[in-house]
């Protein structure tokens, strides 16, 4: 495509930042290990769409252990929506660990996707899942594409792993984080591996608060990958576009 051929910095007022879609953030307030209230919840809202944001994709956890129920997390974002007077887009969808709770939500369509039929999932950072390759292939049989949240973070997957899931259709989000080495070196080093090889198809923050955002979207390293970046950014408003 020639647009992405043309030499482009994120420093100018078409940087990475401009009509920014976020897939993956912890801003549904009280739900899980991201914001806990209303208030730091609408203030990130305003700092994101000060940025030049046009949406953001509000993804709460469900796990075992954060068994949030599909009708709660609805009935929070319709309050969010009352609440938030802001012009960014906003969307519901959750991000699911492969585990037996979303094995039952997937069996009775009991589960909130991203868009376009992609949901969003994770996976254990520290060990490998008996479930992972049954659920991911369970999710392909339902008729869905499984996005994987921050695949750099699974230290324990091999290259041939990550060509492997690619293979099957698995979709791959960047953390943005993990590039500028908010989970230490050896994940950094794996990120940039992964987008170099042309890996990702989607770029996500994945924030948790208010000071890891900010620390993201003020971190100076971002830029010097806007090239390989900007194709997913582009990938993530596509996803949205028209929902
Ligand atoms: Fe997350």
């Known amino acids: 495509m020639r647009f992405w051929g043309r030499k482009r910095t994120a420093s100018g007022p078409k940087g990475l930042w401009a009509g920014f879609v976020d897939i993956h953030a912890h801003l549904l307030p009280g739900v899980d290990d991201g914001v806990p209230d209303w208030q730091r919840c609408l203030a990130l809202l305003d700092a994101c769409e000060a940025k030049g944001w046009k949406a953001v994709c509000l993804t709460p956890h469900v796990m075992e252990d954060m068994p949030n129920a599909t009708a709660?997390?609805?009935?929070?974002?319709?309050?969010?929506?009352?609440?938030?007077?802001?012009?960014?887009s906003l969307h519901l969808a959750a991000e699911y660990m492969l585990d037996l709770l979303f094995e039952e939500r997937l069996e009775k369509k009991d589960f909130l996707p991203l868009a376009k039929n992609r949901v969003l999932v994770e996976t254990s950072c520290y060990q490998s899942s008996l479930f992972f390759d049954r659920l991911l292939e369970k999710t392909l049989s339902a008729g869905y594409f499984p996005v994987l949240a921050h695949p750099e973070r699974y230290a324990y997957l091999t290259e041939a792993e990550y060509?492997?899931?690619?293979?099957?259709?698995?979709?791959?989000?960047?953390?943005?984080?993990?590039?500028?080495?908010?989970?230490?070196?050896?994940i950094q080093k794996r990120s940039k591996w992964l987008l170099r090889q042309?890996?990702?198809?989607?770029?996500?923050?994945?924030?948790?608060?208010?000071?890891?955002?900010?620390?993201?979207?003020e971190a100076k390293d971002l830029e010097r990958h806007a090239e390989c970046l900007l194709p997913l950014i582009e990938n993530n408003k596509q996803l949205f576009e028209n929902e």
Do not use: I
């Not at 492997?164 to 989970?183: A, D, I, M, T």
């Not at 042309?198 to 979207?217: I, K, N, P, Q």
């Open 72 to 88: 709660r997390l609805q009935r929070l974002f319709d309050e969010l929506q009352v609440r938030y007077q802001g012009r960014l």
């Open 163 to 186: 060509a492997r899931l690619k293979e099957k259709r698995v979709g791959f989000q960047l953390n943005l984080p993990s590039l500028v080495g908010f989970y230490g070196r050896e």
């Open 198 to 217: 042309g890996m990702y198809t989607y770029a996500g923050t994945d924030t948790h608060s208010f000071a890891a955002w900010e620390r993201l979207v």
